[in-house]
C-alpha cells in the first residue's frame, strides 16, 4: 500500500481529535462525547470494558482459586497463624492481579511511546513485549495511523451508547481498517472478542465523513494479540470472526447491562405483599 495513503489517514485523524473528544464522567465510571451534535449533550456511555463485566469469566475465577491454593501451600508450614493465612489466602488473588495489571499499563504506555519514537529507552522486563509487538508489526505489514484512540457509538432509536479505547488503529496492505489490541495477561478470552465488535462498530460509527472510508462493517479488520513477558516465547495472536454478527451479541450484553443496573425491575407497594 502507497504509504501517502496512511499519511493522509494518520492526518485527518488529528485533525478530527481535534475536534471530538472522549472525556472521563464526573463518576469515573462513564465518558462523556464532547464536539459531535449526534451525541446527546452530557449523555453518560458506559465503556466497553465495564459492559463487558456481564460476563461470567470463569477462567479467572479458576485462576483466583488456585492463587489462594498456592498460596496455602507455600506457607502451610510457617509460624502464621491459622486466621492470618486464610487472610492473606483470600487476597493473594488481589496482590497478582495488582501486579499484573500495573505492568500491563506500563506496557501500554511504552507501546504508545514506542510507536511514536522508537528511539525511546525501554527498561529491560519489558524488552520482549516491543521486541513482539515490532516483529508483529513488520510481519502483518501494517502501517499504524493512530494509537490509543478514543471510539464511540450512539444508537438514537435504542437511546444506547458505549466508548472505548482502540490500543492501535492501522490500515493493511490491501488498505482495511484495523483494529488491533494488546494483551499482556495469561491468555486471549472470548469477551475479547466482543470488545473488539464493539470497537469496530464505533470506528464505522466515528469514521462516518470523518477520517477512514468505512462505508460497510465487513472491510473492518480486527486482532488481538498476547505479547509475552519472557524472552523465548511466542506471540499469540487472534483475528476476531464475523465481526458484524459478534456486534450484535455485543449490544445485547450492554442491553443486558443497562436492565442489570434498572431500579425498576419490581413494582412498588406501599403494604407488604400488596
Known amino acids: ?16 481529535n481535534k475536534t471530538v473528544s472522549v472525556e472521563v464522567a464526573e463518576n469515573n465510571k462513564q465518558y462523556v462525547v464532547k464536539g459531535d451534535k449526534r ?44 486466621e492470618e493465612l486464610i487472610n492473606n489466602a483470600r487476597q493473594a488473588h488481589e496482590q497478582r492481579r495488582d501486579d499484573s495489571a ?11 511511546q514506542y510507536t511514536n519514537d522508537t528511539s525511546i529507552a525501554i527498561p529491560r522486563k519489558f524488552q520482549p ?12 505489514g501494517i502501517q499504524i495511523v493512530s494509537t490509543e484512540q478514543s471510539l464511540y457509538y450512539y444508537n438514537p432509536e435504542k437511546k444506547i451508547g458505549f466508548a472505548g479505547t482502540a490500543d492501535v488503529i492501522a490500515v493493511d496492505p490491501k488498505g482495511n481498517p484495523v483494529i488491533v489490541d494488546y494483551k499482556t495477561g495469561a491468555g486471549i478470552y472470548p469477551e475479547h472478542a466482543l470488545q473488539m465488535s ?11 465523513g470523518n477520517f477512514m472510508d468505512v462505508k460497510t462493517l465487513s472491510g473492518v479488520r480486527a486482532f488481538v494479540l498476547r505479547l509475552p513477558k519472557e524472552e523465548g516465547l511466542e506471540t499469540e495472536m487472534k483475528e476476531v470472526n464475523n465481526l458484524v454478527g459478534q456486534q450484535e451479541s455485543f449490544i445485547h450484553a450492554l442491553e443486558l447491562k443497562r436492565w442489570q443496573s434498572d431500579r425498576g425491575k419490581w413494582k412498588r407497594s406501599n403494604r407488604r405483599g400488596k
Open 1 to 16: 500500500m502507497n504509504i501517502t495513503i496512511a499519511d493522509e489517514i494518520r492526518k485527518q485523524m488529528a485533525d478530527w
Open 39 to 82: 451525541i446527546p449533550k452530557g449523555m453518560q456511555m458506559d465503556r466497553v470494558t465495564s459492559i463487558l463485566g456481564i460476563i461470567d469469566k470463569y477462567p479467572l475465577r479458576i485462576w483466583a482459586m488456585n492463587q489462594a491454593l498456592d498460596y496455602v501451600k507455600d506457607h502451610i508450614n510457617s509460624e502464621m497463624p491459622v
Open 102 to 112: 500495573n505492568f500491563g499499563t506500563e506496557a501500554h504506555y511504552l507501546l504508545e
Open 129 to 140: 513485549v516491543i521486541d513482539s509487538w515490532e516483529e508483529w508489526v513488520s510481519s502483518s
Open 198 to 208: 464493539a470497537y469496530s462498530l464505533a470506528l464505522w460509527y466515528c469514521s462516518i
